[in-house]
T-cell receptor, first 113, second 118 residues
Framework: NAGVTQTPKFQVLKTGQSMTLQCAQD?????MSWYRQDPGMGLRLIHY???????DQGEVPNGYNVSRSTTEDFPLRLLSAAPSQTSVYFC????????????FGSGTRLTVV | AQKITQTQPGMFVQEKEAVTLDCTYD???????LFWYKQPSSGEMIFLIY??????QNATEGRYSLNFQKARKSANLVISASQLGDSAMYFC???????????????FGSGTQLTVLP
């Protein structure tokens, strides 16, 4: 049982480049989310999905796109990387129940130079 | 307004002592869940404990307990008998049940860095 799998673990991009962070879960969770973690700011929600074909914006969506074509996969696309997107990115998944916590992937450390 | 407030950026505790990490929250929802996560230096997010807004008893999980004071909107984490391995960043988070949209996702506080001293 792999849980939530994120790839890559580390990435360095040049300003203006695009890339996709991959996220897959094998727990049949309806909810999937992307967070970014910056020092002193906790985790902030970028985009989320409540099921295949349904996505919506979180607190800090600018510069990112998502899609959810299957229950298992929820990739995050950086359209044109900027130094302000240097961060640690976490993907997480959950069932649609208030008392159910999120399972997190191991994170992707992204540096934009 | 911040939904989750953790006012202690850093805390120190002596090994084997108990420590309380503070968390206050803000919501108009009557149904919500409160979570604590641990993030060691390796970076992964580890779920520790959950408290539901309708739970009458404070949640406990081994050495972790949650001091839930609903009227004060606080959900403090208590770690008893601290161990060196407890040194980590601790995040309080909330999930609102009845509201739609992003409120149904986890909202995090800024975290408390706990250091356990030998």
């Amino acid at each position: 049982n792999a849980g939530v799998t994120q790839t890559p673990k580390f990435q360095v991009l040049k300003t203006g480049q695009s890339m996709t962070l991959q996220c897959a879960q094998d727990m049949n969770h309806e909810y999937m989310s992307w967070y970014r973690q910056d020092p002193g700011m906790g985790l902030r929600l970028i985009h989320y999905s409540v099921g295949a074909g349904i996505t919506d914006q979180g607190e800090v969506p600018n510069g990112y796109n998502v899609s959810r074509s299957t229950t298992e996969d929820f990739p995050l696309r950086l359209l044109s990387a900027a130094p302000s997107q240097t961060s640690v990115y976490f993907c997480a998944s959950s069932l649609d129940r208030a008392g159910y916590g999120y399972t997190f992937g191991s994170g992707t450390r992204l540096t934009v130079v | 307004a911040q939904k989750i407030t953790q006012t202690q950026p850093g805390m120190f505790v002596q090994e084997k002592e108990a420590v309380t990490l503070d968390c206050t929250y803000d919501t108009s929802d009557q149904s919500y869940g409160l979570f604590w996560y641990k993030q060691p230096s390796s970076g992964e997010m580890i779920f520790l404990i959950y408290q539901g807004s309708y739970d009458e008893q404070n949640a406990t999980e081994g050495r972790y307990s949650l001091n839930f004071q609903k009227a004060r909107k606080s959900a403090n984490l208590v770690i008893s008998a601290s161990q060196l391995g407890d040194s980590a960043m601790y995040f309080c988070a909330m999930r609102e049940a009845r509201l739609s949209g992003s409120a149904r996702q986890l909202t995090f506080g800024s975290g408390t860095q706990l250091t356990v001293l030998p």
